[in-house]
Every structure is written in C-alpha cells, then in structure tokens.
C-alpha cells in the first residue's frame, strides 16, 4: 500500500509540473520567421467566424487574421492578431490595427519577417497563436524564447527534487 501511495504522489507531481509546462508553453512568447502573405479581417462571436452555418447568436468582434508562409515548409500558418489590453497574458497590447497595416505592407513587399506570438494553433477548435508583434530581418537572423527555457528549467528542477523528496520520505520509513 506504501509503495501505491508513492507512486500516488510521484504522479501527482508529473501531471501538475505537464499542465505547468503547458501553461509556459502558451504563454510565453515564441518567435518564427516567414513570409506574410495576406491579411484579413472576420467578424466573429463566441462560436468563431460568423457564416452561414454558424449564424451570429451575441455580441460580435472584429478578429484580425495574418496568412504567413514559411520557405521550408508547404502549409501556411494562420495567425490571429487581438489586443490583449490588460487581460492575461499580460502582454499589454493594444496595437492589432497597427500591426495588422504593417502586415499587410509585409505582404505586399514580399519582406522576411519575425513574428513574436503566443498560444497554440488549433484548427479543429479555431484556435490561432496570437499575434504580439512582427518586424522586418535578414534570413540569418534568429530571436529565441530564453525565458520560456529558464522557466522550462525552473520546472524540471523543482520536478526533480519533489520526486526526490517523495521517495526520500517514504523510502525513509520503511
């Protein structure tokens, strides 16, 4: 019975340091390098984008989408540009016009550009990583998310010692 109760607890450990892992892993920022290749704007509610098969039914919004293109890869990649205001994650955005006018300018002049986001994209669920800033580089030019690695660290070491302490406790009883 010991032995299940350890094993309890170590997996208790795992599953809470994954969900923290994954929490990191939305919202802190990520950076790619691609092409834009178009801009739009939907009006959307609660549903998603407003269609015939998904009729407006509450408030509605004006939801931002960027169309980018990476040069290795075939698949675009759908972008959603929302201000986040003073909501979480507190990236304190409230420029989504303007960077959706430089999008479109990027598009336009065909220029590699470096897109800082959040967030997961999900198609099924009409979920797009959204879009927190985007400026013009050179192909060699390669920013890296060093805070979502020391928090990634962070996570593993306090994982690492709460197994540890786990089985040091119920080890010690024995």
């Known amino acids: ?20 892992f994954a929490g990191i892993n939305f919202v802190f920022p990520h950076y790619e390098t691609t092409y834009v290749t178009g801009v739009e704007v939907k009006r959307v509610d609660k549903d998603g ?17 960027i169309y980018t293109q990476r040069t290795d890869e ?3 990649t759908v972008y959603r540009n929302e201000d986040t205001r003073w909501g979480f994650p507190f990236y304190f955005k409230f420029d989504s016009a ?13 220029k590699l550009v470096e897109v800082k986001y959040y967030g997961w994209n999900i198609v099924m669920f009409n979920e797009f990583r959204n ?3 985007m400026h013009e ?6 920013s890296h998310p060093i805070l979502s ?6 996570g593993l070491l306090t994982m ?15």
């Open 98 to 110: 303007v960077q959706q006018a430089r999008a479109s300018g990027f598009a336009q002049n065909k």
């Open 149 to 154: 690695w020391i928090f990634y660290v962070l």
């Open 49 to 65: 984008p407003i269609t015939k098969s998904n009729p407006e039914d509450g408030p509605t919004r004006d939801v931002y989408y």
């Open 160 to 174: 690492f010692f709460s197994i540890q302490f786990i089985r040091g406790w119920f080890d010690s009883e024995a």
């Open 137 to 142: 580089v050179d192909e060699e030019q390669v």
């Open 74 to 76: 075939a698949k675009p």
């Open 1 to 20: 019975m010991r032995k299940f109760i350890k094993y309890f607890f170590i997996l208790v450990v795992v599953l809470f340091h994954a969900v923290l």
């Open 131 to 133: 879009v927190v800033s």
